[in-house]
């Protein structure tokens, strides 16, 4: 099993910045992709940042030249860098990855594991 957790969200106003953090941890054999997502109350979970073992990132289009996503492959990390926040970015931010697994009989598929959720809350 993996166990993700999330740090870093809070209260800002308009125009500031904020940095989440996002440590994996368990019985890693590997990590593949690692990003993060957002929901808000009523809303779909959405894509707000990936990035590849290998660094290749994706972003939404909402966020393209305001945040950035990075990652420490050995911490198992990721990190997500958000400036200029605005009021429409306020929902809870949760991390994503993709990783195996040591397991009592060898190494496991390729799993989805989920963080708790962090709370991002912009003011006008």
């Known amino acids: 099993q993996v166990q993700l957790v999330e740090s870093g969200g809070g209260l800002v106003q308009a125009g500031e910045s904020l940095r989440l953090s996002c440590a994996a941890s368990?019985?890693?054999?590997?990590?593949?992709?690692m990003g993060w997502y957002r929901q808000g109350s009523g809303k779909q979970r959405e894509l707000v940042a990936a990035?590849?073992?290998?660094?290749?990132?994706q972003y939404a289009d909402s966020v393209k030249g305001r945040f950035t996503i990075s990652r420490d492959n050995a911490k198992n990390t990721v990190y997500l860098q958000m400036n200029n926040l605005g009021p429409e970015d306020t929902d809870t931010y949760y991390c994503n990855t993709q990783a195996r697994t040591y397991t009592s009989r060898g190494l496991s598929y390729t799993g989805d594991y989920w963080g708790q959720g962090t709370q991002v809350t912009v003011s006008s």
């Open positions: 368990g019985s890693i054999f590997s990590i593949n992709a």
């Open positions: 990035i590849t073992s290998g660094g290749s990132t």
